[in-house]
C-alpha cells in the first residue's frame, strides 16, 4: 500500500506589508519548482507523433492469394509521401509565387551579347560535327534552330556554318530516302547505327535547303536591306552548295533557287553568280544527271514566261559537256567494235569448267557491286541522259525559233552555228526554211533603218537588240553547219536541200561586211560609246546591247561561212572566180587583221582551185566579155571572167607589212599553179 505524502500546514500568523511581498514571491518559486519535479519528460516525448515511424493506415480491401491466406494490402510509399508533400504545400506556396514570378520575367540580353553567345554556340557545334559527325548527330538540328533566329546576323552565321559544314561532312554518294530501306531486314548494330546518323544528315540537311529556298525568295517581296542582305548569304550558299556536292540529295531544290533567280528581269551580282555557277556545273558534269536537272528547269522556267528572259540565260546552254561529247561520228563504211566486244567473241570460244563458270558469275557480281558502290554511270546510261538533254536544248531552241522572239534570236543562232552537226537529219528541211524567214526579216530590218537614216528621222529611236547583218551571217553559218557536220553534203540532192539561196545572200552581204566598222568585235569588247549614236542616250538601249550573247565576232562567222562555200573540190570555177574577186574588193576596206586572215582562206581555196581562176590574174586570158558587175546579187551573173584582180596591186601598198606579205604569197600560188 504507497504511503500518502503528508499535508503541508500553512501559518496563518499576521505579516508586516514588505514580509509579504517576499514572502509571495519565495512562495510562488517554491510552487515552480516543485512542478517542474513533478514532471515526466521522457512520458511526454513518448506520447508525442511520430510522422516518420507512423504507420500508414490502410484503406484497401483485402485480399485472397492464391494458396488461401487473406492478405492486406500495404499503402506504397510514394503516394504518402504525395499526399503528406500536397498537405504540407500550402503554408509554403504564398511565400513561393513571387519567387517564381520574377523567374518567369525575360531577362533583357544585349543584342552584342547574343550575336557572341551564338557564335561561340555555333562554332562548339561545327566543330563537334567536323570531329565526330556520327556520335553528335543531334548537332545537324541545333543548327536549324539557331538558323530560325529573328536577327538577320545570327541567321546570316547560322546559314555560313551550316554550309561548312555539310560541305565537309556529306559523303560521296547518294543516300537512300528512309522509305526505300527495308525496314524488317536484319542488318548489325554498327549498320544500324550507320543508318540512323545518315538519315540524321538527310533530314537536317532538307531543313538547311528549305531555309535557303525561303530565305531567297524573301527579297521579292520587300526592299529592305536585312531581308536582302540575308538573302543574299542564302543565294551564295546555294551557289557553292551545288558546285562541292552536285551528287547528293536534293539537287533539283537547289538548281531551282538559281532558276527562280535567273528569272528576274534585275540583272546585279546575284544572277551573275548563279549565272557562272551554272556555267561551272554543265562544264564539270561527268554523268549527265545535274545537266539534264538544270536543262529542264531553265526550259520550263522559260516557257512559263513566255521566253521574257535574259540573253545570257540561254546561253548557258553553251556549256553544256555533252555537246562536244556527242560530236564525235562513226564510219559509213564499216562498223566499229569496241574491244569490250572482240573480247567477248573469244571468251566464247574457250571452254570453261562448271567451277570456271561458278567464280567468274561470282567475280561479276562482287564488281558489279563496286560499280555501284563508286556511283560510276555506264556508258549506255550516259548516252541517254545526253541524248534526252540534246533534245531538251534544241526543243527550246526551235520554240524560240517559231515565235520570233528578236531579243533571243542572236543566241538561238549562236547554238544552232555551233552545234548543228548533232541535229537529225528529219529537221533539215524545216529548219532550213525558218532560216530563210530570219534572212528575209532581217534584210527588211536592215532597209527600214537605212532608210531612217537617209530621212534624218531620229525623233524616236529604236535600237534592235540584234544586229541584222549579224543575224543573217549566223543563219547562214548555220545553214552550211547542218550539212558539214554530218558528212551529207553529197547527199544534199536525196534530202533536196538547196543552199543556193544562203550562198547569194552573203555574196550581196560581203560590201556590208566590209565597211562594217565592229566587224572585229563583239558584246563582250571593250570600246568607248558613240556620243552621236542614238543608242547612246537611251539608257534602255544600252543596257540592252550590252546584254547580247555574241561569242564570235562577225569576221570569225564570215570566215566560217566562206570557207564552207569554197572549200569543197565540187564547187563550180564562176562562183569561185566571182568570191575571189569580190573578196579582193573587200579586203582594201577591211581592218588589218580581217584583211590577213581573208588573204590566208584565199591562199587555201587557190590550193584547191588555182587553175580555175588563175585567168583572174592575166589579162590576155580574158574568158568573158562585157564588164565585171560587183553590185549585182546572182553570183554566176556578175561576170567574174571578164574582169581582173587589179586589187593586188593596191594591197602592195597596204601600210601593214603582213598584209603585204600575204598578197605576194597568193600570187605566188597562182604562179606556181599556171
Known amino acids: 500500500m504507497a504511503i500518502a505524502r503528508p499535508l503541508k500546514r500553512r501559518k496563518l500568523s499576521p505579516t508586516t506589508p514588505a514580509e509579504g511581498v517576499l514572502s509571495a514571491k519565495t512562495s510562488t518559486q517554491e510552487g515552480h519548482l516543485s512542478r517542474i519535479a513533478g514532471w515526466d519528460l521522457e512520458q511526454q516525448y513518448e506520447q508525442q507523433p511520430r510522422k516518420q515511424t507512423k504507420d500508414a493506415e490502410s484503406t484497401r480491401l483485402p485480399i485472397k492469394t492464391a494458396e488461401g491466406r487473406i492478405e492486406r494490402l500495404a499503402v506504397p510509399v510514394a503516394e504518402q509521401e504525395s499526399e503528406d508533400s500536397i498537405l504540407d504545400s500550402g503554408s509554403e506556396n504564398a511565400s513561393d509565387i513571387d519567387e517564381i514570378e520574377s523567374a518567369e520575367r525575360p531577362v533583357q540580353v544585349p543584342t552584342q551579347q547574343r550575336i557572341i553567345e551564338a557564335k561561340e554556340e555555333l562554332a562548339r557545334i561545327g566543330t563537334l560535327l567536323s570531329e565526330d559527325p556520327e556520335e553528335h548527330a543531334s548537332g545537324f538540328r541545333k543548327l536549324a534552330e539557331i538558323a530560325d533566329s529573328a536577327n538577320p546576323t545570327i541567321r546570316r552565321l547560322a546559314l555560313v556554318t551550316q554550309l561548312a559544314v555539310y560541305k565537309d561532312v556529306i559523303p560521296g554518294y547518294r543516300i537512300r530516302p528512309h522509305d526505300e530501306i527495308n525496314k524488317d531486314e536484319k542488318v548489325s548494330k554498327d549498320v544500324r547505327r550507320l543508318r540512323s546518323y545518315e538519315q540524321a544528315l538527310v533530314s537536317g540537311y532538307q531543313t538547311y535547303v528549305r531555309e535557303l529556298a525561303k530565305s531567297a525568295k524573301a527579297s521579292r517581296d520587300t526592299s529592305s536591306e536585312v531581308v536582302v542582305s540575308v538573302s543574299n548569304v542564302a543565294i551564295s550558299c546555294a551557289c557553292n552548295l551545288l558546285l562541292a556536292v552536285p551528287h547528293f540529295n536534293f539537287r533539283s531544290e537547289l538548281i531551282k533557287v538559281l532558276v527562280d533567280k535567273l528569272s528576274s528581269k534585275k540583272r546585279d551580282n546575284d544572277f551573275t553568280k548563279c549565272l557562272d555557277t551554272l556555267e561551272q556545273l554543265f562544264r564539270n558534269d561527268e554523268d549527265g544527271n545535274p545537266s539534264l536537272d538544270g536543262v529542264n528547269q531553265l526550259s520550263r522556267m522559260m516557257k512559263a514566261r513566255d521566253y ?367
Request: glycine residues 4%.
Open 308 to 674: 521574257r528572259i535574259d540573253e545570257s540565260v540561254l546561253n548557258t546552254f553553251l556549256h553544256l559537256r555533252l555537246l562536244s561529247e556527242l560530236s564525235s561520228r562513226g564510219s559509213q563504211n564499216r562498223i566499229d567494235k569496241t574491244a569490250s566486244d572482240t573480247a567477248k567473241l573469244k571468251t566464247k570460244r574457250e571452254f570453261r569448267t562448271k567451277k570456271t563458270r561458278k567464280l567468274l558469275k561470282e567475280r561479276k557480281a562482287v564488281e558489279k557491286e563496286f560499280s555501284e558502290a563508286s556511283a560510276i554511270v555506264s556508258h549506255e546510261e550516259r548516252d541517254r541522259l545526253q541524248s534526252d538533254t540534246l533534245k531538251q536544248v534544241f526543243i527550246t531552241y526551235f520554240r524560240i525559233l517559231k515565235t520570233r522572239i528578236p531579243t533571243l534570236t542572236g543566241a538561238v543562232l549562236e547554238g544552232l552555228a555551233k552545234y548543228a552537226h548533232l541535229i537529225n537529219q528529219d529537221f533539215f528541211g524545216d529548219l532550213l526554211e525558218a532560216l530563210k524567214d530570219l534572212i528575209a526579216s532581217s534584210n527588211d530590218t536592215h532597209e527600214e533603218e537605212e532608210e531612217e537614216e537617209d530621212y534624218d528621222n531620229q525623233d524616236n529611236p529604236q535600237s534592235t537588240s540584234q544586229d541584222p547583218l549579224r543575224a543573217s551571217l549566223l543563219c547562214t553559218t548555220t545553214a552550211f553547219a547542218l550539212l558539214e557536220g554530218q558528212d551529207v553534203a553529197r547527199s544534199a540532192a536525196s534530202l533536196n536541200l538547196d543552199l543556193t539561196f544562203f550562198t547569194a545572200h552573203l555574196y550581196r552581204s560581203l560590201h556590208s561586211y566590209a565597211l562594217n566598222p565592229d566587224i572585229e568585235l563583239s558584246a563582250k569588247s571593250l570600246r568607248l560609246p558613240d556620243p552621236y549614236s542614238p543608242a547612246s542616250s537611251n539608257p534602255a538601249a544600252t543596257a540592252t546591247s550590252n546584254n547580247k550573247v555574241n561569242l564570235k565576232t562577225p569576221s570569225v562567222l564570215l570566215l566560217r561561212a566562206l570557207g564552207a562555200i569554197l572549200r569543197p573540190r565540187s564547187v563550180p570555177p564562176l562562183r569561185v572566180a566571182a568570191f575571189v574577186k569580190k573578196l579582193y574588193i573587200c579586203s582594201i576596206q577591211l581592218p588589218e587583221k580581217s584583211a590577213q586572215a581573208v588573204l590566208a582562206l584565199l591562199h587555201q581555196v587557190l590550193k584547191v582551185h588555182g587553175r580555175k581562176v588563175a585567168a583572174l590574174w592575166n589579162t590576155e586570158e580574158r574568158k568573158g566579155d562585157g564588164v565585171f558587175d560587183a553590185v549585182r546579187g546572182d553570183v554566176e551573173g556578175s561576170n567574174p571572167f571578164a574582169g581582173t584582180i587589179w586589187e593586188g596591186e593596191l594591197l602592195r601598198c597596204h601600210y601593214v607589212p603582213a598584209v603585204r606579205e600575204g598578197v605576194k604569197g597568193v600570187e605566188r600560188l597562182v604562179r606556181d599553179v599556171k
